[in-house]
Nanobody
């Protein structure tokens, strides 16, 4: 059974930073392309960033230049460094494969950007 456990969310002021972590169970982590997603209540979940098994990255335009995805295969963990946060970044953030496996969504971590 694969599990994704997201952490690191919280309340931050506009312009601030947060670093999210996603611990992944399962021995196949290093072979997977991993992504970060977010969802606002009432909206569809949206993809934000991807990192391939060999470390290549790409981003949605809404976060390009502000967010950075990275991974540590030894720790089976994927990270999302979020800088220059805006109120519209407020959402629940999730990690999953790219494309996502809908059986494996975790609880997510809440990010609230507000003054």
């Amino acid at each position: 059974q694969v599990q994704f456990v997201e952490s690191g969310g919280g309340l931050v002021q506009p312009g601030g930073s947060l670093r999210l972590s996603c611990a992944v169970s399962g021995s196949m982590f290093r072979f997977w392309a991993m992504g970060w997603y977010r969802q606002v209540v009432g909206n569809q979940r949206e993809w934000l960033a991807r990192i391939t098994s060999d470390g290549n990255t790409d981003y949605d335009d809404s976060v390009k230049g502000r967010f950075t995805i990275s991974r540590d295969n030894a720790k089976s963990t994927v990270y999302l460094q979020m800088n220059s946060l805006k109120p519209e970044d407020t959402a629940v953030y999730y990690c999953n494969l790219v494309p996502p496996n809908n059986r494996w969504w975790g609880q997510g971590t809440q990010v609230t950007v507000s003054s």
